[in-house]
């Protein structure tokens, strides 16, 4: 699929920069990329750097920018460097002395600025003291506390008139609600008693163990005649013609 | 790979009392990204140790209406150089043009250096132009 030697160019960002022709001999196939895992015949430099996800295509002509790990400080004075004198800024004269006098005056107010900031921090460090600030803090509850009795105390008057008032209020009320209720009971038991009157007066006419034979005797002697006719001009005939009697088994008979 | 143990970035509020204090940046942000906490914490520590308070922030990039943003706790700030905490350069200088402390002579000195630069690319923009005049006349 793809030759497992080939040649990669490589180029450098940083201090270090320089163009370094590395051999690679292994990669791992993942998800059409591949990630470099060893690179043969590099320094350590190389090895502990490279970004695991960066892609090195089949492609030999493909160049790749690898960053390289700073030198360790273990490592001694590159040769490119060895001799290399650093250059010093040169500052003008003028610059330097009004930088001096600009410096001067900073420090001067810096210092002033920074005592007063640390005398500030002990005043505070006294004047917010746990304890002082407990006393005060007490004394202040001790104040609210007097005013809110004050306040108590006024609405414990008023709330005593309102309560009175409506105490007055619910008695009265009270008073007509139980006068309406003795006269609705009063009512009632009028009421009552009449039923009980008008039951009274048909409770004469009932049978009872006493009259039992009577009202059977009574019953069986008078035959009451319920028979009653009408006829087209809505006149009733009760008791003018007699019983007719029907002999039932002769109508069945009849009818077979 | 998250820091371990992670500590809040407002501070930890632990204090070392004999070390030395000091109000430093901590650069948070990412790769090419800067952005900076203001936080007082012993001066031995690393950059990324627990701080003890964090005193404000500041975003070095400017944003879309090109300003710097920078915030600060000045009551904390005034707290701590109270105790003795020690602002570091960058941060005094930030402070002295916010206006709470003097102006640092590195501001006045990158000021002019910045004028004298300017001054020079307009009289070497200047000069270009007479030159290109000149060879225009005398063509």
Redesign the interface.
């Known amino acids: 699929m793809f030759s497992k030697k080939f040649n990669l160019i490589i180029l450098t960002p940083n201090k270090y920069e320089m163009k370094a022709i590395v051999r690679y001999e292994q990669f791992i196939l993942c998800e059409n990329m591949l990630r470099v895992t060893k690179l043969i015949g590099s320094s350590t430099l190389i090895t502990g750097n490279l970004v695991s996800c960066e892609c090195a295509a089949t492609n030999s002509l493909y160049s790749q920018i690898i960053r390289w790990k700073r030198k360790p400080i273990w490592l001694p004075t590159a040769k490119s460097k060895m001799f290399r004198v650093p250059v010093k800024p040169v500052i003008p004269k003028e610059?330097n002395d009004?930088?001096q006098r600009?410096?001067n005056?900073?420090r001067t107010?810096?210092r002033s600025?920074?005592k007063y900031?640390?005398?500030?921090?002990?005043k505070?460090e006294i004047q917010f003291d746990h304890s002082v600030v407990e006393a005060a803090e007490a004394a202040d509850f001790e104040k609210c506390s007097a005013i809110n009795n004050e306040w108590n105390e006024e609405i414990a008057d008023i709330r005593k008139y309102r309560l009175h008032k409506e105490r007055t209020q619910r008695d009265v009320g009270n008073w007509w609600r139980m006068k309406n209720y003795k006269e609705m009971l009063a009512e009632n038991q009028e009421k009552v008693e009449e039923e009980v009157r008008s039951v009274k007066k048909q409770a004469e006419s009932f049978i009872t163990a006493e009259n039992i034979d009577q009202a059977i005797e009574e019953a069986l002697t008078i035959v009451i005649d319920h028979n009653a006719a009408i006829d087209h001009d809505g006149n009733f005939y009760k008791g003018e013609y007699s019983d007719t009697k029907i002999d039932i088994k002769q109508e069945r008979q009849l009818k077979q | 790979m998250p820091r371990m143990p992670l500590h809040p970035a407002v501070g930890t509020g632990k204090i070392n009392p004999f070390a030395k204090k000091v109000i430093r940046f901590v650069r948070y942000g990412c790769t090419n990204r800067p952005f900076y906490h203001i936080v007082v914490m012993e001066a031995y520590k690393g950059q990324r140790q627990p701080p003890t308070e964090q005193l404000g922030s500041y975003d070095s990039r400017v944003n879309v209406h090109n300003e710097r943003l920078v915030a600060f706790n000045f009551e904390r700030i005034r707290y701590w150089l109270g105790r003795g905490a020690q602002p570091t350069k960058s941060v005094a200088e930030l402070l002295g043009l916010a206006g709470f402390f003097p102006i640092h002579p590195r501001s006045y000195m990158t000021a002019w250096r910045h004028r004298r630069l300017n001054d020079k690319q307009a009289a070497q923009a200047k000069d270009a132009e007479e030159e290109s005049k000149e060879a225009s006349q005398t063509s």
């Open positions: 610059d009004e930088l600009l410096s005056i900073y107010y810096m600025l920074r900031m640390i005398m500030i921090g002990k505070n």
